[in-house]
């Protein structure tokens, strides 16, 4: 008896982290999904939520439709594979708006944002002159394939003998972004 009552404490404690760890154990059932971890460490119905998200990506084709004259601009230039997303953003209520003009003439369409420096911008349509636009495929950074088109900025602007290389639209005094070509 005199043993018991000289480690009571430690039964008392051990007592309480076994409760702690029961209590734990009922927790984590409940609140663990179904589905975890039958194809690896994450909710396996998650994939399916991910997969039956609409696709908010269009295709360029979808922008020629209506824009035949963009299309013409860029055939056969070397943006010709650029996306009209990577500098209009992903228009996606601007086709829904366009879709329903076409049919009735008393919907106006907004103009195009102009951009707000955020390459992750929530502004569906945007226009931008910004040599930050341009810079985030063109500008030479360490591990760029040694053939694609790059430039480094100073250097570039002096060569070419830009008026005002510290302008955000100084790239437009020569290029274009549908037609490159300087
Ligand atoms: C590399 C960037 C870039 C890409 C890619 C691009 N644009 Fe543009 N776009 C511009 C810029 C810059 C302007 C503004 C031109 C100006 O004001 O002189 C513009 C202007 C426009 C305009 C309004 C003026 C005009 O020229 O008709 C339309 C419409 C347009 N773009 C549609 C498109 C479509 C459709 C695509 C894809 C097929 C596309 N753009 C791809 C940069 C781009
Ligand atoms: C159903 C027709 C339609 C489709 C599809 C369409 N547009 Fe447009 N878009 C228009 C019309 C109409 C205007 C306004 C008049 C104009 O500039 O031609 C316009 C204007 C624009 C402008 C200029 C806006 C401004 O304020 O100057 C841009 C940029 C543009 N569209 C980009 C795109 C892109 C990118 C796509 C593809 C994702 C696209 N459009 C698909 C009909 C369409
Ligand atoms: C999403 C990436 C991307 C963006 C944004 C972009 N470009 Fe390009 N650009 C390309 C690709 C890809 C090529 C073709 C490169 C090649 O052929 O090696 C190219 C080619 C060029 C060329 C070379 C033309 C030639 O025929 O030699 C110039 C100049 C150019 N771009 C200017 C611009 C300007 C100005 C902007 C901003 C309005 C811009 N680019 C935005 C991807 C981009
Ligand atoms: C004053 C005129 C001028 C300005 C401003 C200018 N460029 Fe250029 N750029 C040129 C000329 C001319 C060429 C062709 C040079 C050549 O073929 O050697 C060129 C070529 C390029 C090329 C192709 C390089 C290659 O390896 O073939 C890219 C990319 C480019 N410019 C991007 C830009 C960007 C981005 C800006 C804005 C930061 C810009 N340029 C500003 C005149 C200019």
């Not at 209590?23 to 194809?39: A, Q, S």
């Not at 998200?53 to 650029?82: I, M, N, W, Y």
């Not at 329903?100 to 931008?128: C, H, M, N, Q």
Request: proline share 5%.
């Amino acid at each position: 008896m005199t043993s018991f009552n000289d480690t009571r404490h430690l039964w008392a404690l051990g007592a309480c982290l076994a409760a702690v760890g029961l209590v734990g154990m009922v927790v984590r059932r409940e609140m663990v999904p179904d589905d975890f971890g039958t194809k690896g460490p994450y909710r396996a119905s998650a994939l399916d939520d991910i997969a039956a998200q609409p696709s908010l990506f269009q295709a360029d084709a979808t922008c020629h439709a209506c824009h035949a004259s963009v299309e013409h601009e860029r055939a056969g230039k070397s943006h010709e594979t650029v996306s009209c997303a990577h500098c209009h953003g992903l228009a996606v209520d601007h086709v829904a708006m366009a879709r329903r003009g076409a049919e009735d003439p008393t919907v106006t369409l907004p103009p195009a944002a102009e951009w707000d420096g955020d390459f992750l911008t929530k502004a569906d349509l945007y226009i931008s002159k910004d040599r930050a636009t341009c810079l985030s495929c063109h500008e030479a950074v360490v591990g760029m394939p040694a053939d694609f088109k790059k430039i480094d900025v100073a250097l570039h602007l002096e060569e070419q003998g830009a008026s005002e290389p510290l302008s955000r639209e100084t790239c437009f005094e020569c290029h274009g972004g549908h037609d490159t070509a300087p």
